[in-house]
């Protein structure tokens, strides 16, 4: 160990010549700083500071002062200041030293990135040669250089081989925020941004766990801009030593950030010249007009495809080899014209010449040229744009012929055509419209459309705007008016129909509009009068039923807010066709018009008469009560009942049933109007005809009403399945071995749940004709319930098999289990439904099902129109579908039909059956039947067994089947299982 002692004084020094002895170096081997004085460590740390070093080499400092530090002698007063001195001088020349070595290296690493630069090495190899440099020359522990995205949010990619992986993950992809580390916040300031302590700076809120993972302590960023001051990126030095950066560090950031600036603005430079290059190359390729370059000796040095495409060739390569481009023109002389042209003018724009197509075929092309001149002003060479304008030109020769026929068309067409300009000035008139508002061409011109053109109301007389106008200003066509009339210039009234369109431009402007008008006095003269004849009735001169419905429907709406009461009375005459069929059509004619005379004397100017029908009257009585109604209409019915017919040596008297129903804001609708006003007539006809009937509001005035209703309710109830299947079994007596079938009857589920018996809507269905729509619903489910028996059985069927298939597919069956014998009941509404019939003809396609239905008709449907039933009977007993015939007795001439009809079983009506064990005469009608029957081989079957003692009888008598209460009651469907 080398000591070095000299005097320091002593604050406890009171007398010059004393001093104290200390040890100011203790240089000590193996260590890399000398262990100093703390005064000698001050002195030496305050000269490194002035000379700008952040942290004094002490070592360096020392060996500079040993000599003359070494050449003390015992003199030991003053050393310390002498060695300020020397420390002073010292730290220069260690500084300059440094700074020296530093401008070397940095020149070094510069020379190294430009040789990069020019060497066009990859972007992120230069960004790491400079953070290589950054690091080697002590700046900092670790430097990155983050990349700007375009989007300039986030970074695209950031460069740093010396960062931990995951931290440097984490600032690649954090967006360029001030809580994002000091690269983020840097962009997004445009400054540097120089942080002490990581740990504590809110500049790094995000990627803090992720520094102080790595062991970083420090961060200092400078951003990297281009020339024009873009901000490109950041460059960041991180430390593991809290602190800020000295003069130095500063500087050698700047340095690096210029460079790292000048790197990626070139790279970025280089990418948008390819990409610029690329673009202007695409669209020299892509561009569909033609492109060239030809020389002034007429050859072409390049072409586009387009160009290519648009004369026919093959390739650019013959076109180069052509001896000249004038060629190509249809005419030689163009191409002189071009060239002089173009070197006088400098260029030539949108000329239209000919040119020659490789396959000889002519084309028009638009060209747009000009000349190259070199330094020395001397035309080089020529460079333009083809295009092939062929189909325009002969679009715009198609338009000049098509406006020659439009002129021409406007002259001879026979409605009136007016066109104005934007401000509705007229332009041009057509000679019809001439001769309607007595204006000629010239004296219209440039007139308001308003002074020529006047137009009015035929119903109000007021004036009415003119629809052209009304183009103009919205845009829009009009559609064509039903009452406008044309006040023409000498004053006269033309009726017209008249439409108006706007005229645009290419851009959708309003440019002008045309209206279009012819006159229509006659026809709508005419449809005044069929719309008289439409709605009035042309025997009476009454109001038919179609304009009664919509001033009744004018009325409800008036009775629901409350406006006023109403009454309607619906009047049907009751031997009108007495008269008819005693005096002839025209006699009933004459009473018709004799009755309307009578209505017209018995209501008020203000009450509306109609005729409905035939001999139906309908009187809308307005502000009236009950109690006046009922009394109009009694006094109606009075009159026509007082009354005579007269005719020739006859006189005849009639009657008429009147309905009153009370029209009040509990009405519905018109149809529920007319409904209780033809129930409460039927009423009035139901109690001895020649009466008034009042029409009560609870609705249940009158049994038909409650059939009415189920109307709806069947077909509602059918469209929402609410129809349920029963199934009654029909059993063998004669022959206990015969197979037993069922007979299938209807339910309906009410709304509410409850289950309704067919007693209570057949009737009603029956009378409005809408069993069909039961009996189809009916069939459809008995097929698909035979249909899931067969499947659980094994049994295939062949639905849409043909007659050789099913055939076949019967025979494969037999001896194996059989389905079940279901009795479908028929209506006469049904069977002389033909869509009805067709449907039943399809779904019984196949033989096995066809085989599992009887469908059961009633005698009188039967003999209604035995020539269709029978057709439609044999039809389906051709497929395999028997037949019964029910209620069987009760015509008069039953027997006569059954030679006829091929039926399978006659079910004996009840009322037969009901007495048979104690009623002779009964006994002997069954007796009769039963015998029939077996002569023509039909079975028998009795309806309504409600005795074992009628059971009993039966069997006597040799009935084959019985039916009834006493044997089995209807179940659902769902209990029928298949044995």
């Known amino acids: 160990m080398s000591t070095v002692q000299t005097a320091v004084p002593s604050p406890e020094e009171t007398q010059p010549s ?39 080499d002490f070592g360096l400092l020392l060996s500079l002062v040993s000599v003359q530090f070494e050449a003390m002698d015992a003199e030991r007063r003053g050393i310390v200041q002498s060695m300020r001195l020397m420390a002073d001088e010292a730290a220069e020349l260690a500084y300059r030293a440094r700074e020296s070595e530093l401008t070397e290296r940095v020149a070094l690493a510069e020379r190294a990135v430009l040789e990069q630069l020019t060497g066009s090495a990859p972007l992120a190899d230069i960004l790491a040669s400079i953070t290589r440099f950054i690091e080697t020359v002590g700046v900092g522990t670790v430097c990155s250089i983050a990349v700007l995205a375009a989007t300039g949010a986030g970074f695209s990619y950031l460069v740093s081989p010396r960062l931990p992986a995951k931290m440097r993950a984490a600032l690649e992809r954090c967006a360029v925020d001030i809580r994002n580390g000091s690269c983020a916040a840097s962009v997004y300031l445009g400054r540097q941004v120089l942080v002490a302590d990581i740990g504590t700076d809110p500049f790094w809120e995000q990627p803090r766990a992720h520094a102080m993972e790595a062991g970083l302590k420090a961060a200092w960023s400078t951003p990297i801009k281009a020339a024009d001051g873009k901000v490109l990126g950041a460059l960041g030095v991180y430390h593991s030593a809290s602190g800020l950066p000295g003069q130095r560090e500063l500087r050698i950031m700047d340095h690096a950030a210029q460079i790292a600036g000048i790197a990626i603005g070139r790279r970025l430079a280089e990418e948008a010249l390819r990409a610029s290059e690329a673009k202007y190359r695409g669209l020299f390729e892509t561009i569909i007009e033609g492109v060239y370059q030809s020389g002034r000796d007429g050859r072409l040095h390049s072409v586009n495809p387009a160009f290519v495409a648009i004369l026919g060739y093959g390739s650019a390569e013959e076109l180069y080899a052509l001896p000249s481009v004038a060629t190509l023109y249809w005419n030689p002389t163009d191409r002189a014209e071009f060239i002089r042209h173009v070197e006088s003018e400098g260029a030539i724009r949108n000329a239209e010449f000919l040119m020659r197509r490789r396959d000889g075929e002519q084309v028009v092309i638009l060209e747009n040229a000009r000349a190259v001149r070199d330094e020395a002003n001397r035309v080089t060479h020529y460079e333009g744009t083809i295009a092939d304008i062929t189909e325009r030109k002969r679009a715009e020769q198609a338009v000049f012929a098509e406006k020659e026929r439009a002129q021409v068309t406007l002259q001879s067409i026979g409605d009136a055509v007016i066109s104005t300009d934007a401000d509705g000035r007229i332009e041009y008139i057509n000679p019809v419209a001439e001769t309607l508002t007595a204006w000629t061409l010239e004296e219209a011109r440039g007139r308001p459309i308003g002074e020529v053109l006047r137009l009015v109301n035929e119903i109000t007389r007021e004036p009415i705007e003119n629809p052209l106008l009304c183009v103009l200003g919205g845009g829009q066509t009009s559609a064509p008016a039903d009452h406008s009339v044309l006040i023409t210039r000498a004053g006269h009234e033309v009726a017209i129909q008249e439409s108006a369109a706007p005229i645009c431009d290419r851009q959708g402007r309003v440019i002008g509009a045309v209206i279009v008008f012819h006159d229509v006095t006659k026809e709508r003269r005419l449809k005044r009068a069929l719309s008289y004849q439409a709605s009035h ?7 038919n039923r179609r304009e009664f419905d919509n001033r009744l429907h004018a009325a409800v709406l008036s009775a629901q807010r409350g406006e006023g009461n109403y009454a309607l009375l619906y009047i049907d005459l009751d031997q009108f066709k007495v008269v008819n069929d005693t005096c002839g059509h025209q006699a009933g004619d004459r009473l018709l018009r004799d009755v309307t005379g009578l209505l017209q004397s018995r209501v008020r100017a203000s009450d509306t008469i109609a005729r409905l029908g035939g001999d139906e009257f309908g009187v809308l009585l307005e502000g009236c009560t009950v109690e006046q109604s009922t009394r109009i209409a009694e006094g109606v019915r009075q009159a026509i009942r007082d009354y005579r017919f007269v005719w020739g040596a006859s006189t005849l008297s009639v009657g008429a049933s009147v309905g009153v129903v009370q029209i009040t804001a509990e009405t519905e609708s018109v149809a529920n109007v007319m409904s209780a006003a033809d129930i409460a007539c039927y009423a009035a006809k139901d109690e001895g005809r020649n009466r008034v009937h009042l029409y009560e509001s609870d609705g249940v005035s009158h049994p ?17 399945n609410r129809l349920e299947l029963y199934f009654q079994p029909i059993r063998p007596i004669a022959r206990p071995g015969a197979t037993a079938f069922h007979e299938l009857t209807v339910r309906l589920r009410d709304e509410d749940g409850r289950l309704i018996a067919p007693g209570e809507f057949i009737p009603a269905a029956e009378r409005y004709n809408i069993m069909s729509v039961i009996d189809r619903w009916v069939v459809q489910r008995a097929i698909e319930r035979l249909k899931d028996w067969a499947e659980r059985a094994d049994l295939k069927v062949a639905v849409n098999a043909g007659p050789r298939t099913a055939a076949r597919s019967a025979a494969e069956r037999q001896g194996r289990v059989a389905l079940p014998l279901l009795a479908v009941n028929l209506s ?3 069977l002389n439904e033909q869509s009805f019939i067709d449907f039943v003809m399809q779904q019984v396609g196949d033989p096995m099902l066809a085989q599992a239905l009887c469908f059961e008709i009633t005698e009188t449907a039967a003999v209604t129109n035995l020539s269709n039933a029978t057709f439609v009977m044999r039809e389906l007993k051709a497929r395999g579908c028997k037949f019964a015939l029910d209620d069987f007795g009760t015509g008069l001439s039953s027997f006569m039909y059954l030679k006829t009809l091929p039926v399978d079983y006659l079910k004996i009506d009840g009322q037969f059956i009901s007495h048979v064990a104690d009623d002779p005469v009964d006994r002997s009608m069954v007796e009769a039947i039963c015998k029939v029957g077996r002569t023509l081989g039909i079975e028998t079957v009795a309806e309504c067994v409600e005795s074992q003692a009628v059971l009993d009888e039966l069997e006597r008598i040799g009935i084959d089947y019985a039916q009834g209460y006493f044997l089995a009651r209807p179940e659902p469907i769902g209990k029928l299982v298949l044995i």
Do not use: N
Not at 22 to 51: F, K, M, N, S, W
Not at 537 to 543: E, Y
Not at 704 to 720: C, F, G, I, K, N
């Open 18 to 56: 004393t001093t104290a002895t200390t040890t100011l170096v203790r240089a000590l081997p193996g260590l890399a700083t000398p262990d100093l004085h703390p005064q000698v460590r001050a002195i030496l740390r305050e000269a490194a500071l002035r000379t700008g070093l952040a942290e004094p």
């Open 537 to 543: 009735d042309a025997l009476t001169g009454l109001i």
């Open 704 to 720: 038909r009403h409650r059939e009415m209703h189920w109307v709806a309710r069947v077909t509602r109830a059918a469209e929402e």
């Open 828 to 830: 006469g509404t049904s």
